[in-house]
């Protein structure tokens, strides 16, 4: 597979301006990205010519930027484990997420992690990319997760993160019923003093925004559908713990039911962002695991709200 270029043909507007300006400021490249790709012969190229950043641009000349790294180091070995890929390009790769896979590797899942996976895959499909994740699902959480393949990338998402350009959606089923069925869970949120792991509201925690809307109600457990304005560890987890009704399942903030899910209820349902090279929005959506589907299933009744 050919190497990733960014391209970009100079116009009236950035004429006379430096490659390092250009790339800097215009086109949004960071200091840590330049100088990776400065010192690659085939790094910074103008009309096919190997330049330096101090070089002047002229209208009509067309820069190219190598994105993928030739020598693709990374310490994370690969591991031949199953994938659901929704959509991948040179760029970016969208999986859906199996609930007990971790995200990346860390202590105790140094090979069996969705970065394990798809280093893997990579290695027959396209060699030169590497893990680079632009946030994270818990390991109990199945659903949408978007990496990118190269710095560039994932700084351009990471800087989408929490706007309007990055919108996650999620699904949850909770035990109890939110008061209101809809309405927004504005509680800082701070690491407990007595675990390294688990986190809790407080006064003096960082700003934490969940937006929610109940959609169903079985049996004393919720449906519900969840938006977040910020991303801290746990938030959902906490955050529906806090208005009492804690994820079914959920070990950690609620209490862990292995005979009806081995698993914090809690899935990743839609993703939509703007593609980092193409600016191109994508838009994806899932649908409700069947461990989860199973919670709310009718019985004798279900209770569908509205609005």
Same mark, same amino acid.
């Given at each position: 597979m050919p190497p990733r270029y960014l391209e970009h043909t100079i116009t009236a507007a950035h004429d006379g301006k430096t490659i390092y300006v250009l790339l800097r400021y215009e086109l949004g490249l960071s200091g840590t990205v330049l100088r990776r790709v400065k010192w690659l012969e085939d790094g910074i190229l103008l009309d096919g010519e190997r330049v330096t950043t101090r070089a002047v641009v002229r209208q009509g000349q067309t820069v190219s930027v190598r994105l993928s790294d030739p020598t693709a180091e990374t310490d994370i070995p690969p591991v031949n484990l199953p994938l659901n890929i929704v959509y991948e390009d040179r760029d970016i790769v969208v999986v859906n997420k199996a609930p007990g896979m971790p995200s990346h590797p860390g202590p105790g899942h140094w090979d069996d992690s969705l970065g394990n996976a798809l280093i893997f895959h990579w290695q027959s499909t396209d060699p030169e990319a590497v893990f680079h994740p632009v946030h994270r699902l818990d390991k109990g959480t199945s659903g949408l997760m978007?990496?990118?393949?190269?710095? @560039?990338?994932?700084?351009?998402?990471?800087?989408?993160?929490?706007?309007?350009?990055?919108?996650? /959606?999620?699904?949850?089923? &909770?035990?109890?019923?939110?008061? *209101?069925?809809? $309405?927004?869970?504005?509680?800082? #949120?701070?690491?407990?003093?007595?675990? #390294?792991?688990?986190?809790?509201?407080?006064?003096? /925690?960082?700003?934490?925004?969940?937006?929610?809307?109940?959609?169903?109600? %079985? /049996? $004393?457990?919720?449906?519900?559908?969840?938006? +977040?304005?910020? /991303?801290?560890?746990?938030? #959902?987890? %906490?955050?529906?713990?806090? #208005?009492? &009704?804690?994820?079914?399942?959920? @070990? =950690?903030?609620?209490?862990?039911?292995?005979?009806?899910?081995?698993?914090?209820?809690?899935?990743?349902?839609? +993703?939509?962002?703007?593609? *980092?090279?193409?600016?191109?929005?994508?838009? @994806?959506?899932?649908? +409700?695991?069947?461990?989860?589907?199973? =919670? %709310?299933?009718?019985?004798?009744?279900i209770d569908t709200m509205q609005g």
């Open positions: 978007v990496a990118a393949k190269h710095p @560039f990338a994932q700084e351009k998402l990471k800087n989408q993160l929490h706007t309007d350009d990055f919108r996650r /959606g999620y699904l949850a089923v &909770c035990e109890g019923v939110p008061q *209101p069925l809809s $309405g927004t869970i504005d509680a800082p #949120i701070a690491r407990a003093d007595s675990s #390294i792991l688990k986190r809790q509201t407080a006064p003096d /925690g960082m700003s934490a925004v969940t937006h929610y809307e109940t959609l169903r109600t %079985v /049996g $004393g457990r919720s449906l519900v559908h969840l938006t +977040l304005e910020t /991303g801290r560890t746990h938030q #959902i987890r %906490v955050h529906l713990s806090h #208005i009492g &009704c804690p994820l079914t399942g959920d @070990f =950690l903030y609620g209490t862990e039911a292995p005979d009806l899910i081995p698993r914090p209820a809690l899935h990743s349902e839609s +993703l939509s962002l703007l593609h *980092p090279v193409t600016g191109k929005r994508l838009t @994806f959506q899932t649908e +409700l695991p069947r461990d989860m589907a199973k =919670l %709310v299933e009718e019985k004798e009744r």
